[in-house]
């Protein structure tokens, strides 16, 4: 009797303390991994093997965290970038319309709280989908050569977002002034 008496005070006890801790939905941002630029005419081209590096780098990045969701435009790029990810988390990576960012944010927000998630866009995307999360834009706008930000985006139990920027595999310029 006593022993289940205690079993029951530990489960309540349990119970209350996941509820008690405030949680944090994380998101994850981050620009496709460098293409493939040999043939110019190509609108859908693969990643080169630079990017195939920053690929792995992004891997190594994320590997001790447990991505709950990977999203990526439709394009090879993106898709590529965050296979490993995916792969590595049992996940398939669901397409999203890469200038839709209410509807992905929503999406993130409330399917995915309190969970992570990794989101692959575009150089004229990503900041975008920075702000519809609710951060401030760190940049004016990304370049043609802005392969290596890592972006983070956490969103608290109130819903207020905060932003932290880094960088990941092979950086293009100096290390970022935080």
Known sequence: MKKIILILFLSICSYACSNAIPSTTTIYIVRHAEKDISN?????????????????????????????????S?????????????????????EYDAHNYKDLSDLVINKFKNKKVLIIGHSNTVLELIESFGANRPLGALTDDDYDFFFEVKIDHMGKAALSTSQYGKPHRNPIVK
């Open 40 to 72: 110019s005419k190509n609108q859908d081209p693969e990643l080169s093997e630079i990017g195939q590096a920053r690929v792995k780098a992004l891997n190594e990045k994320l590997k001790n965290q447990k991505i709950d969701a990977v999203f990526s």
């Open 74 to 94: 439709k394009f090879k790029r993106t898709k590529q970038t965050g296979a490993g990810v995916a792969e590595r988390n049992g996940l398939i990576i669901q």
